[in-house]
T-cell receptor
Framework: RKEVEQDPGPFNVPEGATVAFNCTYS??????FFWYRQDCRKEPKLLMS???SGNEDGRFTAQLNRASQYISLLIRDSKLSDSATYLC????????????FGSGTRLSIRP | GAVVSQHPSRVICKSGTSVKIECRSL??????MFWYRQFPKQSLMLMAT?????????EQGVEKDKFLINHASLTLSTLTVTSAHPEDSSFYIC?????????????FGNGTRLTVT
């Protein structure tokens, strides 16, 4: 089992739709969680951190479920510019020395 | 916010030559930096963890003599691809984290696209 698992997609949704991704992690001691987006042929860029109480940034909402060991990302009113690969990132264990990336979920927004 | 600078952004070299890639943390000290490689349509793969003042830690399957890492200061790590071959052509990305900031995320350099002819 991978340490961090994501549905690879691709998700192909119309502009304006709401789309949600989940990401599961195996290490129950994981402390930090993040969502990154990566555009084609570019480096990953931080989208948002994920806090225990859940957090929202504009059209994006991130949630953490420690009991079930997953995090989620919800995108509302999707835009064409949201097309990218979304990476789930988990800080493995209580040590900050290793950060694990999911393989990414590809999202394509169609007009 | 924290910024990581990577140079060069693109390099084309002949087979057998060596290429050095620099990764700098611009406004924070990074005792640890990470080097990744990404092939087209694949996910990021961690190659090694660069530790300031000590040897790098390489992931399984990554040749330490081929991918030389030097982390001589708190703001600079270098990756040298020695005797490059066409199969080394890839997108190399470094990242660093401001360990002094609680739960700070990883920040990435803008990557180096290496093409070996």
């Amino acid at each position: 089992r991978k340490e961090v698992e994501q549905d690879p997609g691709p998700f192909n949704v119309p502009e304006g739709a709401t789309v949600a991704f989940n990401c599961t992690y195996s290490n129950s001691a994981s402390q930090s969680f993040f969502w990154y987006r990566q555009d084609c042929r570019k480096e990953p860029k931080l989208l948002m951190s994920v806090y225990s109480s859940g957090n929202e940034d504009g059209r994006f909402t991130a949630q953490l479920n420690r009991a079930s060991q997953y995090i989620s990302l919800l995108i509302r009113d999707s835009k064409l510019s949201d097309s990218a690969t979304y990476l789930c990132v988990v800080n493995k264990g209580s040590s900050a020395s290793k950060i694990i990336f999911g393989s990414g979920t590809r999202l394509s927004i169609r007009p | 916010g924290a910024v990581v600078s990577q140079h060069p952004s693109r390099v084309i070299c002949k087979s057998g030559t060596s290429v050095k890639i620099e990764c700098r943390s611009l406004d924070f000290q990074a005792t640890t930096m990470f080097w990744y490689r990404q092939f087209p349509k694949q996910s990021l793969m961690l190659m090694a963890t660069s530790n300031e003042g000590s040897k790098a830690t390489y992931e399984q399957g990554v040749e330490k003599d081929k991918f030389l890492i030097n982390h001589a200061s708190l703001t600079l790590s270098t990756l040298t691809v020695t005797s490059a071959h066409p199969e080394d052509s890839s997108f190399y990305i470094c990242s660093a984290r401001d360990w002094g900031a609680y739960n700070s995320p990883l920040h990435f350099g803008n990557g180096t696209r290496l093409t070996v002819t």
